[in-house]
């Protein structure tokens, strides 16, 4: 059939690793578009954008996610069978298990526990020369997400572990030997986990009730069985993976508190405002790109013939600098945060749509338990100077980073 908005032509996978997080929005904004076609891996790929493209992105009567998320990320990222991959009844009941472990008890924990590793690691930056932030966070939170998640971690052991846990998150996209090393850490974190499942299973080692471990561990699905070991491992790991992924938008944090005069101020002296700063993060800086999702059937939406099984991405990125949807969506100002509606469908950099019943992020309350933490600390008890290095950070590059990943030197607790 006849849509004007696609690309002609050859196959776009390159043209998407070269535009990076550009890719869909130079078709979908330069043309106020929803929807625009393109080829990808192969396959003729729908785009989408705005909030009516993510409302569609998350209609669970048109889309799903099963054979979506291309192989070379499961096994790196995700992990394979995990509750990304899932649909319909399956998955509601295996998205409660995520959800039940956020309670206000369990974030006010999460916090206090955050609090505590920062105030350990400044004393051991005290002593050093320098550090590099974004390294330093990848270790500390891999101590705070073991511990939040009843996961036992030896000192001696962190380094190993976090390294792996960032070549899960930062290598998957990679081509070449660093893929293959981020599919090994991805097998070597799963053994781990498999291994602690089974523990806690046996009695061997002991896990409290609420904390992920634990509900991982004793989870029964719709037919009353506990989780496959492997499988509750992956599970585990979609909680404690993630957790230390929030070393991201904790370096974007800190630059902006650098490259943004006042903000440090004012997220030192008020909580509301250390809100609105911890969302515009989330908003303002590239983390995820798009995400998959194909067509259960064929139907029409724009003018544009969706067929039956095809590939859809959102466009994350895009969405959250629309300019159809913010005000200046280029300007850093946590003030628009100020009186938010709220929207599903806007703020989208962790998925959007219905918790319960689409696969939005269950870990935001906590990204924002550990970013409300960390940049509090540093806005009132770091004291740091930033020597010449080169903060910037490419849209091109997935996944996106301050190219030096932070580096301060002087630092006092204070
Ligand atoms: C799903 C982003 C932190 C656990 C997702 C999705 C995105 C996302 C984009 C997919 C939404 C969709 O498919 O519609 C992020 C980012 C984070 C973050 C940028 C910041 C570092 C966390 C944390 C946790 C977590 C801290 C756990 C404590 C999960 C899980 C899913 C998920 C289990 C799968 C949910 C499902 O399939 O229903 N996240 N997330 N995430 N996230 Fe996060």
Same mark, same amino acid.
């Given at each position: 059939? !006849?849509?004007?908005?696609?690309?002609?032509?050859?196959?776009?996978?390159?043209?998407?690793?070269?535009?990076?997080?550009?890719?869909?929005?130079?078709?979908?904004?330069?043309? #106020?578009?929803?929807? @625009?076609? *393109?080829?990808?891996?192969?396959?003729?790929?729908?785009?989408?954008?705005?909030?009516?493209?993510?409302?569609?992105? !998350?209609?669970?009567?048109?889309?799903?996610?099963?054979?979506?998320?291309?192989?070379?990320?499961?096994?790196?990222?995700?992990?394979?069978?995990?509750?990304? *991959?899932?649909?319909?009844?399956?998955?509601?009941?295996?998205?409660?298990? %995520?959800?039940?472990?956020?309670?206000?008890? =369990?974030?006010?924990?999460?916090?206090?526990?955050? +609090?505590?590793?920062?105030?350990? =690691?400044?004393?051991?930056?005290?002593?050093?020369?320098?550090?590099?932030?974004?390294?330093?966070?990848?270790?500390?939170?891999?101590?705070?997400?073991?511990?939040?998640?009843?996961?036992?971690?030896?000192?001696?052991?962190?380094?190993?572990? &976090?390294?792996?846990?960032?070549?899960?998150?930062?290598?998957?996209g990679s081509i070449g030997p660093k893929h293959l090393q981020s599919r090994k850490a991805r097998q070597r974190s799963e053994q781990w986990f498999e291994n602690l499942i089974l523990d806690v299973r046996e009695g061997k080692l002991e896990a409290q009730e609420g904390t992920a471990i634990f509900e991982m561990a004793m989870h029964r699905d719709l037919n009353g069985n506990h989780l496959d070991a492997r499988m509750a491992a992956i599970e585990l790991l979609n909680i404690v993976r993630p957790t230390v992924a929030v070393s991201k938008f904790i370096t974007f944090g800190a630059l902006a508190m650098e490259e943004f005069p006042g903000e440090k101020e004012k997220v030192a002296g008020s909580e509301d405002y250390l809100y609105y700063? =911890?969302?515009?993060?989330?908003? %303002?800086?590239?983390? $995820?790109? @798009?995400?998959?999702?194909? *067509?259960?059937?064929?139907?029409?939406?724009? /003018? !544009?013939?969706?067929?039956?099984?095809?590939? +859809?991405?959102?466009? $994350? !990125?895009?969405?959250? #600098?629309?300019?159809?949807?913010?005000?200046?969506?280029?300007?850093?100002?946590?003030?628009?945060?100020?009186?938010?509606?709220? /929207?599903?469908?806007?703020?989208?950099?962790?998925?959007?749509?219905?918790?319960?019943?689409?696969?939005?992020?269950?870990?935001?309350?906590? *990204?924002?338990?550990?970013?409300? &933490?960390?940049?509090?600390?540093?806005?009132? #008890?770091?004291?740091?100077?930033?020597?010449?290095?080169?903060?910037? @950070?490419?849209?091109?590059?997935?996944?996106?980073?301050?190219?030096?990943?932070?580096?301060?030197?002087? +630092?006092?607790?204070?």
């Open positions: 059939s !006849y849509f004007p908005a696609k690309d002609k032509g050859p196959d776009r996978s390159l043209g998407i690793l070269k535009d990076g997080y550009n890719f869909a929005r130079k078709r979908l904004q330069k043309q #106020h578009l929803d929807v @625009y076609e *393109t080829k990808l891996l192969g396959e003729r790929a729908a785009l989408l954008g705005g909030e009516k493209g993510a409302e569609l992105f !998350y209609d669970n009567d048109k889309m799903k996610r099963g054979g979506a998320m291309p192989a070379f990320i499961l096994k790196t990222l995700f992990g394979e069978n995990g509750i990304q *991959t899932m649909d319909g009844n399956p998955f509601e009941h295996r998205k409660r298990l %995520f959800l039940s472990l956020m309670t206000p008890e =369990a974030l006010d924990r999460l916090f206090q526990i955050t +609090v505590e590793h920062w105030e350990r =690691a400044s004393e051991v930056w005290e002593k050093k020369r320098k550090v590099v932030l974004y390294k330093e966070m990848l270790t500390l939170l891999m101590k705070v997400s073991c511990e939040w998640a009843g996961v036992p971690l030896k000192d001696k052991e962190v380094k190993k572990r &976090a390294d792996d846990f960032a070549l899960m998150i930062d290598g998957f700063f =911890a969302q515009e993060v989330r908003r %303002f800086y590239p983390f $995820v790109p @798009y995400l998959p999702a194909r *067509t259960k059937k064929e139907f029409a939406w724009q /003018g !544009y013939n969706f067929s039956e099984g095809q590939l +859809v991405l959102i466009d $994350v !990125y895009g969405n959250n #600098h629309d300019p159809r949807i913010w005000e200046e969506p280029e300007t850093f100002n946590p003030e628009r945060f100020r009186n938010w509606n709220g /929207g599903l469908f806007d703020l989208i950099p962790q998925g959007g749509g219905d918790y319960e019943k689409n696969h939005r992020c269950p870990g935001e309350w906590s *990204t924002l338990e550990i970013l409300k &933490a960390s940049f509090q600390y540093m806005a009132r #008890h770091l004291e740091y100077k930033l020597p010449k290095q080169d903060l910037s @950070y490419s849209l091109n590059k997935m996944p996106a980073l301050p190219k030096d990943g932070f580096i301060m030197k002087s +630092v006092k607790k204070k």
